[in-house]
């Protein structure tokens, strides 16, 4: 389906659109007057023309001897979400003359999406237009386009002309199959388009700030896939069963030589020297993915993206090198034993407890002195019936300790926590499992957890009872050490309170009725830093585990490895 597009309209005396076609302007008029400009250049570093646009002719304009030919990227881990903006100043010839295009096309990244085309006879009024369409999207001026991002804008993309006007067609993506899927045999198999992937491949070795470009979010058909262009990876994040398989890109204007030719594509890639430099990641085939299908081939579905035709031959293995055998023993020597792959199954309770347990309260101690006052209504505390908390031994009245409880479920005096936490989550499901990926900064395997919280009918302790909530995919990445497995008991304990997740207008979105993370920050990402939601981070744990404190989460020593107390 053709892309909505905006008919040219004449411009009025300001240069804004009317809503005729453009007639041609009097020599006179403002918006004829020349600007300083360079003439477009004629070198592979000029911008192209969106294919996807029914401009036929024109040329890119430049401004500041660059070319006004701007790819936008947004990209939120925490929703999937990545969307792309195409934004152009286009100088065209009409009969009357030039006339200039200003145009965009946006949508999720991996779909066609949508656009515009706004037409100014005059260069002022189309470069105004031009301008104000990044800074609406960017938040920046064109001459601080490669600032730091703002937050929750779009990120300016340096692009690679080059490959560009080649159709991002220097590499060719494969994906690696093992599990027996569609009766295929173990081996590589080719996208079955690979310039999609190609061109987020060449935002992300074209930036030197790689901020939320490693790992992105492709949309195909009716799956979303995660494409992590550092660790080669590709995951179903919208099917159940979250399949992850290795990728590669096979540069085709690589070099072929009688000892370092490649085999055809969709075939084995035997060599006795690994690594070799036209393969853009592991060159021998990787270890098992990380999601053994085998057991259910028959009966799942082809859930991959850029699936391509018949089975092929398989690949077959070369060698382990001794730096990988030295990279192995190292990573085992940093980790403890891998928790096992699991589901932790959460339901939310129909309704919560308004008053306080009667297993968290105690009669006061004989050393009380009942003459001091309650610290919530500053009566004395001989003057109305009093308890004490078990956990800590605060004395209050036993109406002001319930209405206080009510409001926050610890202690006045010292927060120490009263009974279990309850959080406000709705029901869903946490997968535990480990992922042969690392998380920067750490030498080890990468425990995934996988959230999954469909979506339902709002409890009464929700903002709207009755009323039906969005669900919630999202993932998060801890180390496989000993840190990161005592912080997962923590955040398994965190999620059978319904503490991991809550109801309510998602930050990103601004919708109301949805599924949001509460006040337990997880780890989206294994790259980024902090501000992309991900590692290296040194305060992580620290930070994390301090939240967990506040909400009366037990500590690691306390917990079982399923997240129940001892």
Not at 13 to 38: D, E, F, H, L, V
Not at 86 to 115: P, W
Not at 457 to 484: F, I, S, T, W
Request: aromatic share 8%.
């Amino acid at each position: 389906m053709t892309a909505p597009t905006l008919v040219p309209n004449q411009p009025s005396a300001n240069g804004a659109a009317a809503t005729q076609a453009p007639t041609k302007p009097n020599a006179s008029s403002p918006n004829t007057k020349k600007m300083k400009r360079t003439s477009a250049p004629t070198s592979l570093s000029s911008g192209v023309i969106d294919p996807q646009s029914n401009i036929q002719g024109g040329s890119i304009e430049n401004l500041d001897g660059e070319p006004c030919d701007v790819m936008l990227a947004h990209v939120d881990p925490f929703t999937h979400s990545d969307k792309f903006s195409v934004l152009q100043l286009i100088q065209v010839q009409r009969a009357f003359g030039k006339a200039y295009v200003v145009y965009t096309r946006g949508g999720s990244t991996g779909t066609v999406g949508q656009s515009t085309e706004q037409e100014f006879y005059g260069l002022e009024a189309a470069v105004a237009c031009f301008k104000d369409e990044l800074e609406q999207k960017t938040g920046l001026d064109w001459k601080d386009r490669m600032d730091p991002i703002k937050p929750n804008k779009y990120r300016f993309v340096v692009q690679n002309f080059t490959q560009k006007q080649a159709g991002f067609s220097g590499g060719t993506w494969q994906y690696w199959v093992d599990d027996g899927i569609d009766g295929k045999s173990s081996g590589w198999y080719d996208y079955s388009d690979s310039r999609e992937v190609e061109r987020l491949y060449q935002e992300y070795t074209s930036n030197t700030n790689t901020q939320n470009l490693c790992q992105r979010y492709i949309s195909s058909g009716h799956f979303t896939y995660n494409v992590d262009l550092d660790q080669m990876v590709q995951t179903n994040v919208t099917h159940p069963n979250r399949t992850s398989r290795r990728i590669r890109r096979v540069d085709v204007n690589a070099p072929l030589t009688p000892s370092h030719a490649p085999a055809p594509l969709r075939h084995s890639v035997a060599s006795s020297r690994p690594g070799l430099n036209h393969y853009h990641g592991a060159s021998a085939p990787p270890q098992a993915t990380v999601r053994r299908a085998a057991r259910r081939a028959a009966s799942a579905p082809s859930h991959y993206f850029g699936a391509s035709a018949p089975p092929q031959p398989p690949v077959q293995r070369s060698t382990p090198t001794l730096a990988s055998r030295m990279s192995t023993a190292i990573s085992r020597t940093r980790r403890s034993s891998p928790p096992k792959s699991h589901i932790l199954k959460y339901t939310a309770p129909l309704s919560l407890s308004t008053g306080v347990p009667s297993d968290a309260l105690c009669t006061p101690p004989v050393s009380c002195n009942m003459k001091e006052y309650c610290i919530i209504c500053h009566d004395h505390l001989d003057e109305r019936p009093c308890v004490a908390l078990n956990a800590c031994k605060h004395v209050f009245h036993t109406d002001c300790i319930q209405l206080a409880f009510k409001s926050k479920p610890q202690c006045p005096v010292c927060r120490a926590p009263i009974g279990k936490p309850q959080g406000h989550s709705p029901s869903g499901t946490m997968t535990v499992s480990v992922k042969p990926t690392r998380c920067s900064g750490f030498r080890v395997d990468s425990i995934f957890i996988a959230y999954n919280i469909p979506s339902g009918v709002q409890m009464n302790y929700h903002e709207h009872p009755g009323r039906q909530h969005g669900g919630k995919c999202a993932n998060a990445y801890l180390p496989n050490n000993v840190d990161g497995q005592n912080l997962l008991k923590r955040l398994k304990y965190s999620w059978l309170q319904g503490l991991s997740f809550t109801v309510g207008t998602s930050f990103t979105t601004g919708i109301a009725d949805q599924c949001t993370w509460a006040s337990v920050h997880h780890k989206t990402s294994t790259h980024g830093g902090a501000q992309g939601h991900g590692y290296p981070d040194p305060g992580y744990f620290g930070n994390c585990n301090s939240e967990l404190d506040s909400l009366g989460v037990p500590s690691a020593q306390e917990l079982n490895d399923d997240g129940s107390t001892k």
